[in-house]
């Protein structure tokens, strides 16, 4: 079964920083492209960023555009996202979704979430 | 604004079959295929729909879609009290280099 659990969520202050990270399980994490995808309170779906599945080819949206770095480690099955420099509008929930084939954009399986306020 | 334009909500009766448009452009979905997402209240989404009109397993044929041109549809026959949620769709965008999504249909079992 494919289990993609996120955690590092909470509060961070504007300006400050925070890493995001998903742990996988149930596939072959080091074969598939991974995403994350974001959701504002009350908000529609927003994609974030792309890592292919050797990490080696990454994507970002320009909102997050040379603020938010996102990595992985495939020796520990593990995805993350850093944010820095994050701003109010980046409040939301985020998740880690995984990529259908390598690179398809087509998300098949979601995280639960996790929450991410940007407040002072 | 979203680049992919849905209507903010649509309904039906039990048994009825509803349509969710989804209106792009020559960008996004007049040259890439489309995918549809469902959510509940409180969840994360699910893949509904993906490359036009494939399901996954363990999607109800119920669930159907289709692309002319630079729109897609998502349609639910025989509708059912439980098909009440956001359905969401989504597309390469060329020009973005990124996935862009529709602002989100919310759809209610009256």
């Known amino acids: 079964e494919v289990q993609l659990v996120e955690s590092g969520g909470g509060l961070v202050q504007p300006g400050g920083s925070l890493r995001l990270s998903c742990s996988a399980s149930?596939?072959?994490?080091?074969?598939?492209?991974m995403h994350w995808v974001r959701q504002a309170p009350g908000k529609g779906l927003e994609f974030v960023s792309t890592?292919?599945?050797?990490?080696?080819?990454?994507y970002y949206a320009d909102s997050v555009k040379g603020r938010f770095t996102i990595s992985r480690d495939n020796s520990k099955n593990t995805l993350y996202l850093q944010m820095s420099s994050p701003r109010a509008e980046d409040t939301a929930v985020y998740y880690c979704?995984?990529?259908?084939?390598?690179?398809?954009?087509?998300?098949?399986?979601w995280g639960q979430g996790t929450l991410v306020t940007v407040s002072s | 604004q979203s680049v992919l334009t849905q209507p903010p909500s649509a309904s039906g009766t039990p048994g009825q079959r509803v349509t969710i448009s989804c209106s792009g452009s020559?960008?996004?979905?007049?040259?890439?295929?489309v995918n549809w997402y469902q959510q509940f209240p409180g969840t994360a989404p699910r893949l509904l729909i993906y490359?036009?009109?494939q399901r996954p397993s363990g999607v109800p044929d119920r669930f159907s879609g289709s692309k002319s041109g630079t729109t897609a549809s998502l349609a639910i026959s025989g509708l059912q009290s439980e098909d009440e949620a956001d359905y969401y769709c989504?597309?390469?965008?060329?020009?973005?280099?990124?996935?862009?999504f529709g602002g989100g249909t919310k759809l209610t079992v009256l």
């Open positions: 979704v995984k990529d259908l084939n390598s690179g398809s954009y087509i998300f098949d399986y």
């Open positions: 149930g596939f072959t994490f080091s074969r598939c492209a």
């Open positions: 890592i292919s599945s050797d990490g080696g080819r990454t």
């Open positions: 020559s960008s996004n979905i007049g040259t890439n295929t």
């Open positions: 490359t036009n009109n």
């Open positions: 989504a597309a390469w965008d060329d020009s973005l280099s990124g996935v862009v």
